[in-house]
T-cell receptor, first 115, second 111 residues
Framework: EPEVTQTPSHQVTQMGQEVILRCVPI?????FYWYRQILGQKVEFLVS????????KSEIFDDQFSVERPDGSNFTLKIRSTKLEDSAMYFC?????????????FGAGTRLSVL | KQEVTQIPAALSVPEGENLVLNCSFT??????LQWFRQDPGKGLTSLLL?????REQTSGRLNASLDKSSGRSTLYIAASQPGDSATYLC??????????FGKGTRLHILP
């Protein structure tokens, strides 16, 4: 069964460093998303992406964050200068078009630890 | 604005018991509702997805029901096992397609 793949599974970085979290969505999907879960808290929406541009972003998604689809298969989340409070689990999701747009498939997540 | 609430926040039951986890949502105009399982420090495992036109879905010992008009869903787990211990999350897509998650019910099955 097709699945969303995220790498790495765990990323450790120093405060102030840039990180790139990578996702390979399901191949024929057109809509892409990033979510975040701080330890002990709800999974929360960060950003949605369609047709090579951001469709919607939450207030969390400030100028330190950016997303990109650099090629036909990858979807990345970049944090330009990480802060301690960016430590969280980051989930990528994708969905198809039409009625299938309403079903998002989630990756296993990347745990980001900012030291 | 869609809000998802899960009750109880935590639950401990002896092995073998049947149990029910509850989820409520404020905006009944949903396309579907999904139940996920999350083990500590791990990712999301999709358990069941109920379309808005459906009343329930079953997978093995799991049964999820949906009552859109009252804004409620339940996840029924039959004959619970220690391996069922995890956090169970309820999630619905918002009108603008973002998924809104509940905070989850932390389930502990006592051997």
């Amino acid at each position: 069964e097709p699945e969303v793949t995220q790498t790495p599974s765990h990323q450790v970085t120093q405060m102030g460093q840039e990180v790139i979290l990578r996702c390979v969505p399901i191949s024929n999907h057109l809509y892409f998303y990033w979510y975040r879960q701080i330890l002990g808290q709800k999974v929360e929406f960060l950003v949605s992406f369609y047709n090579n541009e951001i469709s919607e972003k939450s207030e969390i998604f400030d100028d330190q964050f950016s997303v990109e689809r650099p090629d036909g298969s990858n979807f990345t989340l970049k944090i330009r200068s990480t802060k301690l409070e960016d430590s969280a689990m980051y989930f990528c999701a994708s969905s198809g078009s039409g009625l299938a747009k309403n079903i998002q498939y989630f990756g296993a997540g990347t745990r980001l630890s900012v030291l | 604005k869609q809000e998802v609430t899960q009750i109880p926040a935590a639950l401990s039951v002896p092995e073998g018991e049947n149990l029910v986890l509850n989820c409520s949502f404020t905006d009944s105009a949903i396309y579907n509702l999904q139940w996920f399982r999350q083990d500590p420090g791990k990712g999301l495992t999709s358990l069941l997805l109920i379309q808005s036109s459906q009343r329930e879905q079953t997978s093995g010992r799991l049964n999820a029901s949906l009552d859109k008009s009252s804004g409620r869903s339940t996840l029924y787990i039959a004959a619970s096992q220690p391996g069922d211990s995890a956090t169970y999350l309820c999630a619905v897509p918002n009108r603008d397609d973002k998924i809104i998650f509940g905070k989850g019910t932390r389930l502990h099955i006592l051997p």
